[in-house]
């Protein structure tokens, strides 16, 4: 069992900037990836970005790439998402997750084994 929880949401003008935290517990952090992923109301859940075992390998969604920021501390156990120029399509619940299929990296939200309650990023224009 993993137990994630998410932390650092907010509300931010557009243009602002967020870091948001997951700290996770349960298991070895460094044997499984972690990603963030977000859910505006009326939408499907999406992939936001992923992060290897051991930070050596990052993947992010068009949409946020150049902007948003993943890295992880496994000596915290934690994993961060620094989120910078943000706009108002931001605007969701940011979820982290926990893949212990590290052999292959999915954006699929299906192929994710654990996830946090997730925290609320508003942007306003």
């Known amino acids: 069992q993993v137990q994630l929880v998410e932390s650092g949401g907010g509300l931010v003008q557009a243009g602002g900037s967020l870091r948001l935290s997951c700290s996770a517990s349960?298991?070895?952090?460094?044997?499984?990836?972690m990603a963030w992923f977000r859910q505006a109301p009326g939408k499907e859940r999406e992939f936001v970005a992923r992060?290897?075992?051991?930070?050596?390998?990052?993947y992010y969604s068009d949409s946020v790439k150049g902007r948003f920021t993943i890295s992880r501390d496994n000596a915290k156990n934690t994993v961060y998402l620094a989120m910078n120029s943000l706009k108002p399509e931001d605007t969701a619940v940011y979820y982290c997750?926990?893949?212990?299929?590290?052999?292959?990296?999915?954006?699929?939200?299906?192929?994710?084994?654990?996830w946090g309650q997730g925290t609320q990023v508003t942007v306003s224009s």
């Open positions: 997750a926990a893949d212990f299929h590290v052999l292959i990296v999915s954006t699929a939200p299906s192929e994710y084994d654990y």
């Open positions: 349960g298991r070895t952090f460094s044997s499984y990836a």
């Open positions: 992060i290897s075992q051991l930070g050596r390998n990052t």
